[in-house]
């Protein structure tokens, strides 16, 4: 079984990957748009698309807590 726990620490990495990938996306399209204009674009258009994925895993870790404490005190 998939324990609540386990679900918090891989989104949690899921996260922690995700940001890794921003911070790299972020360093080429600096150098890009010092060199290349053109090529910083899609990498920062990415890098939106990874902040966003970013937030939909936060915000389903929030309602996941959130719906275990319900659970928890509607057991008590």
Do not use: W
């Amino acid at each position: 079984m998939f324990s609540f726990s386990q679900a918090v620490r891989s989104n949690l990495k899921y996260i922690e990957n995700k940001i890794k990938e921003t911070e790299e996306l972020q360093e080429v399209a600096r150098t890009h748009l010092v060199e290349r204009p053109t090529l910083a674009l899609p990498r920062l258009s990415r890098m939106k698309k990874v902040k966003r994925a970013i937030g939909k895993r936060f915000r389903r870790i929030s309602d996941s807590t959130r719906r275990l404490f319900q659970c928890r005190l509607a057991e008590h």
